[in-house]
Structure formats: structure tokens, C-alpha cells
């Protein structure tokens, strides 16, 4: 899942006054021992489908394409140079992949938490009518998520309701689209990752009790305040878990630039991944951009727990 | 007296630090087909220590909710120091609440939990303020911890710190120190009260221990089924109770039904299973017909059957149920022909107590009865909690 920042280790305990048996060591030991087994199936995992493909990646990254090789003809040496090219290449890339990411972010918290409250909050009690809102938030990813982005597509197209009504009060000029431009795409982004948003932000409105809301009227706070002062600040683990959710995948999601952007000013650095990949078959290339995001999402990420960090929030 | 208005926008103007009357006006609360509260009128002198005590459901929680703002009445008024409120939102009432659950915010530190309402005033010096409200609960030293490192009663006194410190005009308690254990209750009652004493203000204390509300409050309503049973000073509803649920709940009562016989003047003699009680007339609600007589069990004396008595006194024979030593006193029940079980006791004065199976008397001066009306239920309010 996510990165929250690691809980400090239990300190080791003071070597205690009463010695203990040998049968008592030997249990705590074979204790021990079983917490190590339980975790050697996660490991294993980790291992097989994170780590070792990590590797690949990198070592791909830097193969070396020889003098006369045929299209897809690579082998493997050090050639950092590659990192150099694609840097130069999609730089730009990179910064558009991250500024629509960081938009798409902020619209679906702003369009989130108020849905996450009026569930968690406002309906508390009213199970029915809870279960009715989340199921609704939920069902349509029960269908793919390429033909939901589809339908977007239509949504958003020149015959479509919204261009037409945004055209007849002249918000958008005659001539105007919203297919193939970044408010389409930063559309698609925000609709997508938007129940990665606002589940965690329920989970943690579900648990607010709201006898700190009734506490902090009483103590004057008008309803703005209190929800400033108090209900915002304790959901901001929730929060800080949506926006982690929602960013990292935006950041390095294709689909939606792909189907709802143009091939100018609106790619996005998955995008170019998946075309240096399986069109241009520039392996090292793919490699080495891949590589590069994953490494700016981790810099972004660790800055952004240092920074908005809820550790120490209780 | 109040001399301030609240502005009715915005934020209210500092009060007088001696509280405010709290006036109720026929205030009726229902939640769907259930009455919660019902045609309620209530006055409540500024400084006053008034306690609402009742078992639960009995509409005090929601009384003191309407007071706070909490929840709207269905109808009626509340008005503090002659203001109309029944329409303000809470935030816009001069009243603090201490919460059962304490509702202190977990994300703050005790300090900022108790300057908040100081803050939101846009009070200047709410943090020194905030401090000094801190020293008067003795917590100063905890300031800058978080709400979960402190004790149960910590942070009740921070609960109870961070409503006075506004120095409102009422000041709500719900069932306050319910959370506590028994020795720390007693302590919170003595400081509750010596608090309340030293800055004057209006208090209104809701809790379903009668001794509890006895002990700290100068007035105290009694409520039953949305309405007051009986309003007064501890004294006055223990030693004259109106009704049974009143007899019952606040202390134990023996109640006895009979019908008036005589007239004796200024008192009335009943009939009691054949049993000839005597109570002063303005002890009691029935001068004629059916009554219930009641007294309180250390108002009577158990004596052995030889031993002589007042005989003005009324008297009941009867065989001991049950006796228990407690070292201090001997509680008894004693099974009455026709009447049904007495509670009582006596204290120890070195005198053998009767053991079970043996008869006794219990005599009691007729100035001790209390008289309630005949069509009351002698067990209202027995076992309610």
C-alpha cells in the first residue's frame, strides 16, 4: 500500500531482575523464531515481484545498443548516458506528469472530503442511507477502468452535454473541445483515482466523535471553526493517505492522457514509457524514464511525510 | 445581577463573572412519537448550585442539551439573564458545558484545550487566562501534555477548566465525575462545590446520584418522565417528599397505604392495615380519604417488645426478616401484617440487636411522617436508576 512512516522500534527491554529459566528463554527464542517464518511468505513476494523486476529495470536501463544491432537488439553494459538522453528528452514531461498529478490531487480532495463527511459525518446513524451513498461511490469500479475513461470520452466530446452546454452560455468559445486538452485529462484523472481519495478520508471520519464537534460549538467555535480547528486537523491522517493514494498512481497513470489528451501538450510520462516500450522498442530508454519516476514519486513522497508527516499528531 | 447584553450576531460580550438567571418557559422536547421533555418551566437564580437529578430517560440530559444549544426545543422558551436564546446556535451562548465523555480534543494540548474558548472569543490574554484557570484545578504542571496522557480525573479537572475559565453565564454539567471511581467522586464533589462558591456562577449540575446532588447543590429538581417531581433544597425533599418517586429515589422511604379516619386538629390519623399512624397536616398532600404514610427508616426506633414508648408515638409490630450488622448501625427488614416489609435500622449504642425471627416494635414521632397522595404508587421510583 503506502508509505507512512516506519512506527520506532520497541526500545529492548531492561535486562530484568529475576533471572530467568532456561525453559522460559527457550520459549521467548522459538517465539521469535515463528514471528520470523510468519513473515518469510511477505518477503517472498516482495522479493519475486518488487524487488527482482526493480533490478531488471535497472540493469535494462543501462544496456547499450551496439554499432549495426537490429530494432530491439540491446546488450547489457553501464551506459549511463541513457539517463542523460531521455532527462534531456521529457523533462518537460516529467514536470506536466506531476503538475497534472498535483491538480488532479488537490480537485479530488476538494471533491472527496466533503462526500467522505456527508457520509461518515452528517448521515452517522443512518446506515441505510450510508450504505446506499458508498455503494453508489463505489460501483463503477466494478467496471474497467479503460471504459469508464471511455466514457469520459463521450461525456467530454464536441456532441456531448457539457461542451454544448458550456458552449450556449459561452464559457467555451464556438469552436471550443475539451477532448485532447489537459482539462480533460486532469478530468479523467480526479474521477479515477477518486475512491482513493475519499475511502481513507472516511475511514477516518467514520471514527470522529462528534461530542468535539458539540464541545467546540459550545465553546463558541461558529461551524467554519470548529471544522478548521477540530474535525480537519484530526482527519488529516486520512487525509495524508488519500493524497498519497491518489497522486502516486496519477502521476504515473497513461491511460487517461492517452484516451482523453492530444500527442502535443498534454502527454504524460507513462505515456511515453508505454510508447518507448512497445512502439519505438527503445527497452533502455523505457527502462531508464520508469526508473527515473520512480525515484522522483519516492523524493516527492519522502518530502511530503517529512513535511505533512501525522506522526505526531496524537 | 447581568448588566451586559449579548449582541445577537457574532461574538457575545464578556458576562458578569456571578452568572446569569436561567429561566425555562413551558420548553417541551419530542424525538418522533417519544417525549423527552415535557411542558417544563424551570427558573434558575443567578449563582445557584442547581442540580437535575433523575434516573436515566427521565429528560435531564436533554434539558441541559436545550440549555447548551445542543438540541432545539420542540416548543417553549429559554432565556438567560432576561435574554430570549431559545434561537441561538451553542456557539453563540454564554453557557459552557462539562461533558460526560469530557470530549477534551485529543489533538491539542491541555493548555490549548482550555484557552479555546478564550481564543474563539478573541479574548487577549487567553493564554495566561488559560494558565490560571489550570492552577485553580491544580494541573498546571500537565499544560503542554495531550489529553491521553492524563488520568481519568486529570482530565476531568481539565473538562472542567476549559468551560470555567469562559467564565460563563451558566455553566452545564452532565453527569460530570459518572466516569470517576468512587473516591475520587467524593473529592471532585468537595472541589465542584468550593469552585463553584469561589467564582460565583450559575451551575447546573445533571446526575442520577442522589447523593451526589444532596451534597453539592443548593437546589435540586427532581425529574421523572419529562417533568419535575419536586423542586428544593436537599433538606426540604428529604424530610418532606411530595410524591412516592420522590420518597423513593431521593434516599429510602417505607410507604403505607391506608385512609384517613380522623381529625386531630392541626394532624390527621390513617388506618393502615389496621394500624393507627399519625401525620401533621402540613406534612401532607391527602387530608381525607386515601393517603399514603410515609416515613424514613433512621426515623424510627426498633425496640423489643418490653421496652416502653412515646405513647404518642406511632407504632408497628412485626417480625425481623432480615437483620444485618454493619458495625456502625444494624440495618433490618421487618415484615409488617398487612402492610408489607419496613426498612430500618438502628444505630449501635451497645444494645444487643434483634435477630431474625424475633418481634419487634418500631415507633416513630408522628412529627416524622410525611403524607402523599392515596392513589400513589408505594414502589415509584424504588428501583430506578
Known sequence: MTATGSRPRNKKKPASVHLRSEEELAAERRKRRVGLYLIIPGMAVLALFFAAPVLVLLSMSLYARPPGAEIGEFVPALEFGNYVTVIGAYWDVFLRSFFFALIATVAALLIGYPMAYLVAVRLRGRQLMQGILLVLLIAPFFSSFILRTQAWKQILSDEGPVVTVLRAIAILPADGHLTATAFAVVCGLTYNFLPFMMLPIYANLDRLDTNLLEASGDLYASPLTTFFKVTLPLSMPGVFAGTLLTFIPAAGDYVNAALLGNNRDTAMIGQIIDSRFFKVVDYPGASALSFILMILILALVMIYIKRFGTKELF | ?385
Not at chain 2, 312 to 322: F, H, I, K, R
Open chain 2, 1 to 385: 445581577m447581568m448588566t451586559t447584553t449579548t449582541s445577537l450576531k457574532g461574538k457575545a460580550q464578556p458576562m458578569a463573572a456571578s452568572g446569569a438567571d436561567l429561566h425555562l418557559g413551558n420548553v417541551t422536547k419530542r424525538f418522533a412519537d417519544f417525549t423527552a421533555v415535557d411542558d417544563l418551566t424551570l427558573t434558575v437564580p443567578s449563582g445557584t448550585f442547581f442540580a437535575l437529578l433523575g434516573p436515566s430517560g427521565c429528560g435531564k440530559t436533554t434539558t441541559l442539551r436545550m440549555i447548551a444549544g445542543l438540541e432545539q426545543p420542540t416548543s417553549g422558551t429559554i432565556s438567560i439573564g432576561g435574554q430570549d436564546v431559545t434561537k441561538l446556535a451553542s456557539y453563540q451562548r454564554q453557557v459552557n458545558t462539562v461533558f460526560q465523555s469530557y470530549a477534551l480534543f485529543p489533538h491539542m494540548s491541555v493548555l490549548d484545550n482550555v484557552a479555546f474558548g478564550l481564543k474563539r472569543k478573541g479574548v487577549k490574554d487567553s493564554v495566561p487566562r488559560a494558565k490560571a484557570a489550570l492552577e485553580m484545578v491544580e494541573l498546571e504542571h500537565l499544560a503542554s501534555r495531550k489529553p491521553v496522557q492524563l488520568s481519568g480525573g486529570q482530565q476531568q479537572r481539565v473538562a472542567l477548566a476549559r468551560a470555567l475559565v469562559n467564565r460563563p453565564a451558566v455553566l452545564l454539567l452532565d453527569e460530570p465525575l459518572g466516569a470517576l471511581d468512587m473516591k475520587l467522586r467524593r473529592q471532585m464533589q468537595v472541589e465542584l462545590k468550593s469552585i463553584q462558591t469561589e467564582v460565583g456562577l450559575t451551575f447546573i449540575h445533571v446526575t442520577h446520584d442522589q447523593e451526589e446532588a444532596m451534597t453539592m447543590a443548593d437546589t435540586v429538581a427532581v425529574m421523572n418522565k419529562g417533568k419535575i417531581e419536586q423542586m428544593g433544597a436537599p433538606r426540604d425533599l428529604y424530610e418532606l417528599p411530595k410524591t412516592a418517586f420522590v420518597a423513593n429515589f431521593l434516599g429510602k422511604s417505607n410507604l403505607m397505604h391506608g385512609t384517613v379516619t380522623e381529625d386531630l386538629g392541626d394532624a390527621v390519623a390513617v388506618n393502615a392495615a389496621g394500624h393507627r399512624l399519625v401525620m401533621p397536616k402540613d406534612r401532607s398532600v391527602a387530608h381525607s380519604g386515601a393517603a399514603v404514610v410515609g416515613v424514613r427508616p433512621e426515623k424510627m426506633r426498633v425496640l423489643n417488645l418490653p421496652d416502653e414508648y412515646s405513647p404518642s408515638a406511632n407504632m408497628l409490630t412485626g417480625t425481623v426478616l432480615d437483620a444485618s450488622f454493619t458495625g456502625v448501625s444494624t440495618e433490618y427488614l421487618v415484615e409488617v401484617q398487612g402492610i408489607g416489609t419496613i426498612g430500618t435500622f438502628s444505630q449501635n449504642m451497645g444494645q444487643p440487636p434483634a435477630q431474625r425471627g424475633d418481634t419487634v416494635r418500631m415507633t416513630w414521632e408522628p412529627e416524622f411522617s410525611f403524607g402523599l397522595d392515596g392513589a400513589e404508587e408505594a414502589s415509584a421510583g424504588r428501583d430506578a436508576v
